[in-house]
């Protein structure tokens, strides 16, 4: 066997070391988990158990998501297409109510199969454990899976924090799972805020400007802390609000609040997620299961004057993405960027199966053995927002036609928009994104014409 010094200096074998044909596959999407609050090396008080599970652990450092809000980012990294793409063929079927993507386009959403899909197609058994909506059952997420849980979304609306992770120890103990090789795929919304769902009986922040009202049941807190424009707290949800509206004490002020809040409910959630590393131990599953931590896209918390998420600011689209394998037990550290495309043609890679159907995305043990990666463009969008990437360099295109620039490698909290300093950089990279576009949007419309849509 060949043995090959990574980038992080550890050594590791050639590609087929890293193969895992049969292997179980346990995905862990805690949606809006930040990159930068997870593997830090500083706070490890926040995520101890993440931080140790996956000590010796295949992390990239530099992952984007291909857009700031669930409905595209979850769809688009499931199905490893690229977020305008997905974008288009959302926007031409959703609808803002129950059960937001009605049954009768499933026949359209089965020509871009998700990784469960695929896997069942392969012998898998499959498991969905969901919490919140914009995923799941109501995306039509639930093709290609045996066993199904769903909370706080259209179908059961219980909201209980936790409650996904204690529901995902209970699938892992079924009997079913030892007759066939399964993949179990849990998404959690707990770091979601407006409200954030805290549980009563544990230590919370106190401050003035911090609103924590008992549940029902009083089994947990909903916080509240955000203020309107009319300087009322907010208590409903809004994905994309900026609070340039604030001057810039009260705007620190409130970042520093948002982050404390933050940081407290990912101590809960860094708690509860140890029960699911506990009964992968105790099942003895980590022989031959692959788990991964990953996040939809991340959350503001004032940043850039951000106090949600939705846009394409490295607050909402820089995630983490750590692959715990069998077979390894080094630590490797991968700076180059990726994307969350990538992800599913990972895991179809490591597993060693073969495919009849388009990626955008694309494996990554190459990048892993060598640290080549094919393509140095990555792109996103939301609905109001869309960014394009060349390597350090990323601009953000927003509706009314601003611009900005940021070099990320000396400015990663984009900061300092050089849109009048590299004038012609912005030029070609907002021709890329036009031209990444128009080819998304014409593969995406000829889809939806085959399906009889618009």
Known sequence: MVYIVSLAG???ADDEYLKCKGCNVVL????????????TGVDSSVTPNIDRFFGNSIKFLDVSSSSGVTA?????????????FTYALLRNTYEDRP??????????????PTLLETLKANGYYTINANHGWYAGR??????GVDN?????????????PGRIMSHTVNLLSTDALTNVPFVLLMRSEDLRGLPYRYPIDRARLSHPKVTYKESPDSNYYEIRYQLRRDGVIRQGYSSFEKSDWMDSVQSQEYNKISKMLYRQQ???????IASVFDALRETKLLDNTIVILYSNHGDGLYDNNI???????QSCVSVPLFIRHPRHSNEINISKPVALIDLVPTIIDILDIKVGHKFDGVSLLETIRSGIYPSAHFFGVDKQSKYVRHNSYKLIVWPDRSKELFDLATDPGETVNLVDVFPDMVKALEERLVEHEAEQLELAYDLLRQFGQP
């Open 307 to 313: 106090p949600n998420h939705g846009v394409s600011y």
């Open 148 to 160: 199904y849980v769903g909370l706080g979304e259209v179908y059961n609306q219980e909201n209980t």
């Open 266 to 272: 990912l101590r809960f959630v860094d708690e509860m």
């Open 99 to 112: 059960p937001q993507i009605p049954l009768r386009h499933v026949n359209l959403f089965k020509q871009t």
């Open 72 to 84: 595209i980012s979850n769809t688009a990294t499931l199905s490893s297409r690229h977020g305008a």
């Open 28 to 39: 862990l999407d805690l949606d809006l988990l930040r990159a930068d609050f997870v593997n």
């Open 10 to 12: 550890s050594v590791i």
């Open 138 to 143: 109501q995306m039509l997420l639930d093709r």
